[in-house]
């Protein structure tokens, strides 16, 4: 089994940042790519931004240049770097890993609300 376990969201004013971890623990035996992706109410499921275990990365386009997704392969933890926040990036955000010969997980969501 795999826990991951989410931090750093919140209320946050138009303009401001927050910074998400996300720490994965237990039966990893080889992490191919952390992920982050987030849920507005109302609508789909959405990626916003993937690093692999070799630092590769992508974006949605709605946050480049704004987000920056970081990792640490020795901690299994990954890190989502928000600023310039708008109110459309309120959503409930979950972080996802992709592991080799085993299930993926997500997480339990961290709720980010961002005030006009």
């Known amino acids: 089994q795999v826990q991951l376990v989410e931090s750093g969201g919140g209320l946050v004013q138009a303009g401001g940042s927050l910074r998400l971890s996300c720490a994965a623990s237990?039966?990893?035996?080889?992490?191919?790519?952390m992920a982050w992706y987030r849920q507005a109410p109302g609508k789909q499921r959405e990626l916003v931004a993937r690093?692999?275990?070799?630092?590769?990365?992508n974006y949605a386009d709605s946050v480049k240049d704004r987000f920056t997704i970081s990792n640490d392969n020795a901690k299994n933890t990954v890190y989502l770097q928000m600023n310039s926040l708008k109110p459309e990036d309120t959503a409930v955000y979950y972080c996802?890993?992709?592991?080799?010969?085993?299930?993926?997980?997500w997480g339990q969501g961290t709720q980010v609300t961002v005030s006009s």
């Open positions: 996802y890993v992709d592991l080799a010969f085993q299930s993926d997980y």
């Open positions: 237990g039966s990893i035996f080889h992490m191919k790519a």
């Open positions: 690093i692999t275990n070799r630092g590769s990365t």
